[in-house]
Structure formats: structure tokens, C-alpha cells
């Protein structure tokens, strides 16, 4: 709170020394899009080949804007990098959100040079998020009265922005909602798209609090080669994996995008509100679109923030439009939720609170994650017992050594092992999990003795999802996507 306010009087004095009163409510994402703007228009003065005077003064300005920026921020204007929310109250001062020259993070990319994978402290530097620390774990776990999650525990969680917030609100008998989603792009889904709902699930049975999951069918047909058809087929596909995570049918409502947008007015309000606020600038800066994207694409982002606000959903919240919301989420997503956060306050809204997980790294390693396009990269749901022997067998990284005798010897590397990686995930016992560390770099477990535990920890996983997505039936699956009231007592 402290640091906000700071942040915002610092805005405020900066924004009217330099640019007179007219600026002065300009937040830094303003500074940001009339700098992307400035940007434009000195381009096309330069093309349109204008007069010597007209450019020196666009570029004057844009220089002066690049200063205030810079002040204001603590960071330096880079086009396609919008001011991360809090780079004020960071130490980190201008250079870090240049340094990472490696790492590629968007909602559609993933990729590094590291094989450990991508340096998520530099990430939370950059998005200007916060980490989940020892102390956060602690506080969560004193204030649900229950053991934390191993994500949590291990860091698979890894970054916040509010929970605190959160924290204190549910401490006041305040309580709070669950919204996360999925882009269903094929029927098969893969063992990293259970991080975030294994973690749903457990925040609504640890808060005991509604949740809605938005499937974005909307998003995969302007995105890929599908037909509407096949992208709402796999919502519905999708949708039962989702249900076999064991959400509860009273507390959680699943819904398509192309059937809710059409069947709720108050949800398409949020959706024109937002489009209203946000400028093209401020989604070419966040999402990169450029000149030759689809309309749909441009204006994609608002329906994704949507759901963020109690009031999308009148059948649950009852028109309430202050329930505060939190978005559990891979941390590819929070592009989405900056310009959410950005947009609330000016449509009246609290900002949505956000947990962000890392990765779930390919089979070949964590310089990329794992992609269902990529069937050798990926361990499916739908994968037999005998599959996923194969597949781990054949193409899990090893951090181990060439022959038994060298990893004997020197020991393996549980840093840039896939198989270990997955073991952090879904192994739930601690005490193991470190024996399995230590034992693989002193060279005792060797790295066919790793992808053994790896496959005995999958198979038994695996076959049991199957067996609750079998039970799943069509008019389960009606259930969840009928807009209803949940059981819900703020
Ligand atoms: C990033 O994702 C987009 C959309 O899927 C794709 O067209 C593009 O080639 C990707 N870029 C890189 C560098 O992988
Ligand atoms: C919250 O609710 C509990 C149980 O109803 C009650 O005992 C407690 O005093 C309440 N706390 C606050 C701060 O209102
Ligand atoms: C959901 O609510 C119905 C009706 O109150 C009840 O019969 C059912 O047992 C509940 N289901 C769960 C999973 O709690
Ligand atoms: C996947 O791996 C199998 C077995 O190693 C191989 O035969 C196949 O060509 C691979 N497929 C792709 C698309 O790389």
C-alpha cells in the first residue's frame, strides 16, 4: 500500500513538472502509450520525408518523454516492454529491465538459452511482480489452517501480485473468488496443463470459494487454423479433463467464450467497457500486435479480463461488483492481467490479485515448455502406461553423465534433469523428493533409476485421471457450463 501510494505521488509531481496540468493524471502505461505514439509519429514525419523543423520537434518531444519516463518509472522506454506496475517500488533501478537479453516470454512463447530454464527472478524484476516468499508460504499457510501446496512449497508458484491483499481481506471474514481458463487448441491435453487446475483446486478446497474457468475457444479460432466448430468441440473435450481435477460442481462454473459471451449482458458490458479504456498503442505495446493482425485479435485481451470483475457473473455475485478476485495462472498469462490491472481502477473495479507459476518444461529439456503441437515433447493425458515408459525412457533430458562409471563418479545434474524437474511437480513426499536430489549428484541413483521413479510417479497419476474423465458424462459437463447460482455466502 505504502510503496503505491508512493508511486502514484511520485506519478503525479513528475507527470505535472513536465508536462503542465493537462498530464496531470497521466499513469505510467499514459506515458507509456503517448511515447509509443510519439514514436509513430516521428516514423512517418521521417517517411513522409516533413519538414527538417517538424522532425527535430517530434523528436525533441520524444526525447523529453523518454526522460520523464524514465524518472518516473526507474526504468528506460523499451518499444513492446509497457511499464511493469510496481518498477518504483523495486530496488532494481533502470538497467534491469534491460539486462535479460535471453529469455522470451509472451502468451505465445516460451524459450531460453538456460538449460535450467528460464531465470524467473529476472522475470519477476521485469513484469514487476512479486515473489512468494517464505514468508507468504508461512502467512497462507497460518491463515487456511493448512499445509501449502508443494507448488508452493517448491517454489512452482513462484510469484504474486496482491495476495497479501488477499490475505488481508480473508483475515476481516472478506472472502474472495477463483478465476482461471484454458485455450482449448486440441483435444489431448498434457500433464503441464494440470499445473494450474491441480492449484485451483486446491485454493477452492483450502478457501472453500467459487471459481470460474474460462475456456477461450474465441482466442483459438482467431489465433490458429481451426474451425469454430473444432474449438468449441475442444472446450467441451477439454472441459471434461478440467472436471476430472475433482472441482466441486456446486463452487465452479465452466464456461465457453463463444457460447457466455452471447448469453450474458452483463459479462459483454465488462468486455465493451475495457475496450473502451484500452487503447491500440497499449495492446501493440503489451501483446506486440502489429498492422496485419486481425481485428479480433486487437480486440481479444478484453474478453480475457472480463471474468476478472464479480459483476461478469450477476447468476453467482448477484450484481456485486466489488468481490475480489484471484487469478492462479502460468506467468505467460500476466500480460493480460497487467492491462487488467491497469483498466480496473478507471472502470470503477478492484484490480485482480494473481498467482504465477512457472513452466512446464518439454521432455527435451526447459529451454522451451512443454507443447502439445510437439507430441515427442509431451507426456498426454491420454498417454497408456507404456507410452509414457517410452517417452520418458526416450527423450527426457538427463543431467547425467555419458557412462555408469563417470556418473559414479562425479554424479548427475538434478538442475537441467527433466525427470527431476517433473518429480518437483507431482511427487507430493519432501523428504523423497531431496534423497532423490542428493543421492542423483552424488552419482548414487543412477539415470535410469530416476526416469523409473519418474514413470512409477506418472503412470499410477495418469491412469487415474483417465479413470475420473471416464466418469465425466455429457451431461456432467452441461451442469458445470450452465450459468447458475453457486453456493456462495460473502
Ligand atoms: C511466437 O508465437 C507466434 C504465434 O503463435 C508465432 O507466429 C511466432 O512465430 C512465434 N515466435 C517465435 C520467435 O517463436
Ligand atoms: C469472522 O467470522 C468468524 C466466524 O463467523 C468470527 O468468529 C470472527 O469474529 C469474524 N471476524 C471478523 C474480523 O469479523
Ligand atoms: C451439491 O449440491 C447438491 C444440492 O444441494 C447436493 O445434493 C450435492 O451433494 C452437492 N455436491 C457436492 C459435491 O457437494
Ligand atoms: C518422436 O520420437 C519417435 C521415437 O524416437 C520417432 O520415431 C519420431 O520420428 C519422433 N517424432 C517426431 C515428430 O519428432
Not at 516521428?42 to 519538414?51: F, I, N
Not at 487446475?197 to 477452492?204: D, E, M, R, V
Not at 474465441?218 to 474449438?231: A, H, P, T, V
Request: net charge negative; aromatic share 10%.
Amino acid at each position: 500500500m505504502v510503496t503505491q501510494l508512493l508511486f502514484m505521488v511520485l506519478t503525479k509531481l513528475k507527470m505535472t513538472d513536465c508536462l503542465g496540468d493537462e498530464a496531470g493524471d497521466m499513469t505510467p502505461m499514459d506515458l507509456y502509450e503517448k511515447l509509443t505514439s510519439q514514436g509513430d509519429t516521428v516514423r512517418t514525419l521521417k517517411t513522409e520525408k516533413a519538414a527538417k523543423a517538424d522532425i527535430d520537434a517530434a523528436v525533441q518531444l520524444l526525447l523529453k518523454l523518454k526522460v520523464d519516463y524514465k524518472q518516473v518509472t526507474g526504468q528506460d522506454y523499451k518499444t513492446g516492454c509497457p511499464p511493469s506496475e510496481c518498477a518504483v517500488s523495486q530496488d532494481n533501478g533502470p538497467a534491469a529491465a534491460a539486462a535479460d537479453g535471453e529469455d522470451m516470454v509472451d502468451p505465445w512463447n516460451v524459450s531460453t538459452t538456460n538449460a535450467k530454464g528460464v531465470d524467473y527472478d529476472k522475470l519477476i524484476v521485469r513484469f514487476g511482480s512479486s515473489k512468494i516468499d517464505q514468508e507468504l508460504v508461512d502467512r497462507i499457510e497460518r491463515v487456511s489452517g493448512q499445509k501449502a501446496h508443494r507448488f508452493l512449497r517448491r517454489g512452482i508458484f513462484f510469484s504474486h501480485r496482491d495476495m497479501h491483499q488477499v490475505l488481508d481481506a480473508y483475515e476481516k471474514n472478506k472472502s474472495f473468488y477463483l478465476y482461471t481458463g484454458r485455450g482449448p487448441s486440441s483435444e489431448a491435453l498434457h500433464v503441464g496443463h494440470l499445473i494450474p487446475f491441480i492449484f485451483t483446486k486446491w485454493l477452492q478446497d483450502t478457501f472453500d470459494i467459487p471459481l470460474v474457468i474460462q475456456l477461450t475457444d474465441d482466442e483459438k479460432y482467431l489465433w490458429k487454423d481451426l474451425s469454430l466448430e473444432d474449438c468449441h468441440r475442444y472446450t467441451v473435450e477439454n472441459a471434461k479433463d478440467i472436471i476430472a481435477c475433482g472441482f466441486d460442481i456446486n463452487k465452479t462454473f465452466i464456461f465457453s467464450d463463444l457460447d457466455y459471451m452471447g448469453a450474458s449482458p452483463d459479462f459483454y458490458r465488462n468486455v465493451v467497457k475495457v475496450q473502451k479504456h484500452v487503447t491500440f498503442n497499449q495492446v501493440k505495446g503489451i501483446f506486440g500486435f502489429g498492422d496485419s493482425d486481425c481485428i479480433g485479435k486487437i480486440a481479444f485481451p478484453a474478453i480475457q479480463a472480463a471474468p476478472s470483475f464479480s459483476n461478469s457473473f450477476p447468476q453467482i455475485f448477484k450484481g456485486r461488483k466489488d468481490v475480489q478476485c484471484l487469478i492462479p495462472c502460468a506467468i505467460d498469462q500476466d500480460p493480460y492481467f497487467r492491462m487488467t490491472r491497469d483498466v480496473a481502477p478507471r472502470i470503477g473495479y478492484p484490480k485482480p490479485a494473481l498467482l504465477h507459476s512457472t513452466f512446464f518444461p518439454a521432455l527435451q529439456g526447459a529451454q522451451t515448455k512443454m507443447s502439445a503441437s510437439e507430441a515427442n515433447s509431451s507426456i498426454f493425458l491420454t498417454d497408456t502406461p507404456k507410452q509414457i515408459k517410452n517417452k520418458v525412457n526416450k527423450h527426457a533430458f538427463s543431467g547425467g553423465k555419458d557412462t555408469v562409471e563417470e556418473h559414479r563418479k562425479y554424479g548427475g545434474n538434478p538442475d537441467v534433469d527433466v525427470s527431476f524437474m517433473y518429480l518437483t511437480f507431482f511427487l507430493e513426499d519432501d523428504e523423497q523428493l531431496e534423497k532423490i536430489r542428493q543421492d542423483y549428484a552424488s552419482g548414487a541413483l543412477l539415470t535410469g533409476e530416476l526416469k523409473k521413479r519418474l514413470i512409477e510417479t506418472l503412470q499410477p497419476m495418469i491412469t487415474s485421471h483417465q479413470e475420473r474423465r471416464k466418469q465425466v458424462t455429457e451431461e456432467t459437463v452441461k451442469q458445470f457450463m450452465t450459468p447458475r447460482p453457486l453456493n456462495f455466502n460473502f
